[in-house]
C-alpha cells in the first residue's frame, strides 16, 4: 500500500505539483526520507516545509533535549508475541546517563488475519498504546533481566515521565515510578513515555512539578 501510494505521488509530480502532508516532523520516518531521495533521482524538485514533533516537543516536561539519547518504540504485546528488542537500547542510553524517549504503539486500519485472508476490507478499531501499558511492559522486561542473571538497567521503582497529548489543550504529564504508572489514567491518546538518565538539578526541579 505504501508503495503504490509513493508511485502515485512521484508520477503526479512528475507534471504538477503534489503536496503530501505528514504528522510530526516530515524527516521523522525513513519512508519519508525515500520520498525525497526517489524524487531526486527523477529529477522532480522537493520543497520540505519543517514542522513540530514529539521529538522536540518532548522538551516540555523539563527534560533537556541535549540529554536525550536514542529513541525506542514500544509495541503493543500480544499472548504469542512479546518482544523487548527495544530494551538494549534504553540499558545504552541509561549507561551513559542519557535519557530515553519511547514512542508508543498505534494500530489504525489494522485487519484480523481472517479478514485479511478472505480479502474484506473490514478493519480493528483503532488501539493506541497507553503510558500505563507501556510501563507495565517494561517492568516485565526488567523482570525477564533479573531472572536471567542481568542487572536491569531500571527497576519498577525507577522514575519515568508520562505524557499525553502533547501541545493541546489538555496536555497531560506525569513523573512518578514505573510501578506508579501502571495505575496512572493519562486520558486520551496520544501518549508517549520517558525513562530519564542522570538528572541535572534543573531537571529533577521541574519533573517534580508533574509529581502525582
Given at each position: 500500500m505504501v508503495e503504490q501510494a509513493s508511485e502515485?505521488?512521484?508520477n503526479n509530480a512528475a507534471n504538477e505539483?503534489?503536496?503530501?502532508?505528514?504528522?510530526?516532523?516530515?524527516?521523522?520516518?525513513?519512508?519519508?526520507?525515500?520520498?525525497?531521495?526517489r524524487a531526486k533521482?527523477?529529477?522532480?524538485?522537493?520543497k520540505v516545509i519543517h514542522n513540530a514533533s514529539i521529538m522536540n516537543a518532548i522538551g516540555c516536561c523539563g527534560?533537556?533535549?541535549y540529554y536525550f539519547g536514542e529513541t525506542v518504540s514500544v509495541v503493543m504485546w500480544t499472548d504469542n508475541w512479546q518482544p523487548d528488542s527495544y530494551y538494549g537500547r534504553i540499558k545504552a542510553n541509561r549507561d551513559r546517563g542519557l535519557h530515553t524517549l519511547c514512542l508508543l504503539d498505534i494500530k489504525t486500519k489494522e485487519q484480523s488475519v481472517e479478514n485479511m485472508m478472505r480479502g474484506r476490507s473490514i478493519y480493528e478499531p483503532p488501539r493506541y498504546m497507553k503510558c500505563s501499558e507501556a510501563a507495565k511492559q517494561l517492568i516485565a522486561i526488567s523482570e525477564r533481566m533479573k531472572a536471567a542473571g542481568e542487572e536491569p538497567a531500571y527497576t519498577e521503582?525507577?522514575?519515568?515521565?508520562?505524557?499525553?497529548?502533547?501541545?493541546?489543550?489538555?496536555q497531560k504529564i506525569v513523573a512518578c515510578t514505573l510501578k506508579e504508572?501502571?495505575?496512572?489514567?493519562?486520558?486520551?491518546?496520544l501518549?508517549?513515555?520517558i525513562i530519564p538518565g542522570h538528572l541535572h538539578p534543573l531537571e529533577e526541579d521541574m519533573l517534580?512539578?508533574?509529581g502525582l
Amino acid at each position: 500500500m505504501v508503495e503504490q501510494a509513493s508511485e502515485t505521488i512521484l508520477n503526479n509530480a512528475a507534471n504538477e505539483d503534489v503536496g503530501m502532508l505528514v504528522v510530526g516532523d516530515p524527516f521523522g520516518a525513513t519512508t519519508h526520507a525515500d520520498f525525497v531521495l526517489r524524487a531526486k533521482q527523477e529529477g522532480i524538485p522537493v520543497k520540505v516545509i519543517h514542522n513540530a514533533s514529539i521529538m522536540n516537543a518532548i522538551g516540555c516536561c523539563g527534560l533537556q533535549l541535549y540529554y536525550f539519547g536514542e529513541t525506542v518504540s514500544v509495541v503493543m504485546w500480544t499472548d504469542n508475541w512479546q518482544p523487548d528488542s527495544y530494551y538494549g537500547r534504553i540499558k545504552a542510553n541509561r549507561d551513559r546517563g542519557l535519557h530515553t524517549l519511547c514512542l508508543l504503539d498505534i494500530k489504525t486500519k489494522e485487519q484480523s488475519v481472517e479478514n485479511m485472508m478472505r480479502g474484506r476490507s473490514i478493519y480493528e478499531p483503532p488501539r493506541y498504546m497507553k503510558c500505563s501499558e507501556a510501563a507495565k511492559q517494561l517492568i516485565a522486561i526488567s523482570e525477564r533481566m533479573k531472572a536471567a542473571g542481568e542487572e536491569p538497567a531500571y527497576t519498577e521503582d525507577s522514575k519515568c515521565v508520562g505524557l499525553a497529548r502533547v501541545g493541546w489543550d489538555s496536555q497531560k504529564i506525569v513523573a512518578c515510578t514505573l510501578k506508579e504508572m501502571c495505575e496512572v489514567d493519562m486520558g486520551d491518546p496520544l501518549h508517549s513515555l520517558i525513562i530519564p538518565g542522570h538528572l541535572h538539578p534543573l531537571e529533577e526541579d521541574m519533573l517534580n512539578t508533574f509529581g502525582l
